[in-house]
T-cell receptor
């Protein structure tokens, strides 16, 4: 399967712990996006990369959140000192650069902070 | 600060009927308008998309109608089936960043 792959699919963690999610985009897609989705809401933009450069970060992305894409391929999203309000599905998406190119989403990583 | 507004929030349609979901946007710097279908526990899957220089696009039972002057676009699902029961999101893509701004979603239930 050559779609966007996310790992782990589910994570339960205690408040205050750190968690890291990994995303493998579709091969040769140079844009990679992270979104967050809570129950009953549409996905909200967090950040995006063009190759290895992080070009934009949402105000939703507090200083406890950090994302990297070190070699312009896979990406990681780390949440430090998790809070209950961080419980959500974290979605990764990728696309080629260019007008009108389709953005493909992964299946998401569910985070539950207890 | 919501730039894409979607309605209705929920929709119940009989099997074989037409489902219509509407969206309106506030920013003209969008270059692509996709619709995503999402089933519980799954990521959004692209259903159909349109560029602003086209007024209508049809793929099978799914049609997007786009009104650039009114800044509105809609999804029509013809001959709705129980398997279409899902949450549908419209979105608008920024022309510079490529990031998507999503509507609030519409939960569609198709009754057999």
């Amino acid at each position: 399967d050559t779609g966007v792959s996310q790992d782990p699919r589910h994570k339960i963690t205690k408040r205050g712990q750190n968690v890291t999610f990994r995303c493998d985009p579709i091969s040769e897609h140079n844009r990679l996006y992270w979104y967050r989705q809570t129950l009953g809401q549409g996905p909200e933009f967090l950040t995006y990369f063009q190759n290895e450069a992080q070009l934009e970060k949402s105000r939703l992305l507090s200083d406890r959140f950090s994302a990297e894409r070190p070699k312009g391929s896979f990406s990681t999203l780390e949440i430090q000192r998790t809070e209950q309000g961080d419980s959500a599905m974290y979605l990764c998406a990728s696309s080629p650069t260019g007008v009108g190119n389709t953005i493909y989403f992964g299946e998401g990583s569910w985070l539950t902070v207890v | 600060q919501q730039q894409v507004k979607q309605s209705p929030q929920s929709l119940i349609v009989q099997k074989g009927g037409i489902s219509i979901i509407n969206c309106a946007y506030e920013n003209t710097a969008f270059d692509y308008f996709p619709w995503y279908q999402q089933f519980p526990g799954k990521g959004p899957a692209l259903l159909i998309a349109i560029r602003p220089d086209v007024s209508e696009k049809k793929e099978g039972r799914f049609t997007i109608s786009f009104n650039k002057s009114a800044k509105q676009f809609s999804l029509h699902i013809m001959d709705s089936q129980p398997g279409d029961s899902a949450t549908y999101f419209c979105a608008a893509r920024g022309s510079n960043t490529g990031k998507l701004i999503f509507g609030q979603g519409t939960t569609l239930q198709v009754k057999p």
